[in-house]
Nanobody, 127 residues
Framework: QVQLVESGGGLVQTGGSLRLACAVS????????MGWFRQAPGKEREFVAA????????YYTDSVKGRFTISRDNAKNTVYLQMNSLKPEDTAVYSCAASRRAYDSRTYGASYMYDFWGQGTQVSVSS
């Protein structure tokens, strides 16, 4: 069974930065597309960013482009989300997910294409 554990969330002021990490158990990490999603109170879960298998192409929702960076370290079975210039509207529970089925930019952003999910980590941005 694949397990995903997020870390790095917290409370930060507007304009601040946080780096989320997601550690993945198992030996197939390099074969997964990895994604970050978030869910704010009273809202649906939304796609934030994804990174493909080699060559590690990256994809972002428009609202975080230029502020967030997703990366992966296959030697450490870990995916990261560097979040800069944070805004109050970024406040949410952030979850990482692993997909064996996503195959292009359209499916990378679809939560139903992801097979394994972490529990999530809270990110709160104060104004």
């Amino acid at each position: 069974q694949v397990q995903l554990v997020e870390s790095g969330g917290g409370l930060v002021q507007t304009g601040g930065s946080l780096r989320l990490a997601c550690a993945v158990s198992g030996r197939s990490f390099s074969s997964y597309v990895m994604g970050w999603f978030r869910q704010a109170p009273g809202k649906e879960r939304e796609f934030v960013a994804a990174i493909s298998t080699s060559p590690h192409s990256t994809y972002y929702t428009d609202s975080v482009k230029g502020r967030f960076t997703i990366s992966r370290d296959n030697a450490k079975n870990t995916v990261y989300l560097q979040m800069n210039s944070l805004k109050p509207e970024d406040t949410a529970v952030y979850s990482c997910a692993a997909s064996r089925r996503a195959y292009d930019s359209r499916t990378y952003g679809a939560s139903y294409m992801y097979d394994f999910w972490g529990q999530g980590t809270q990110v709160s941005v104060s104004s």
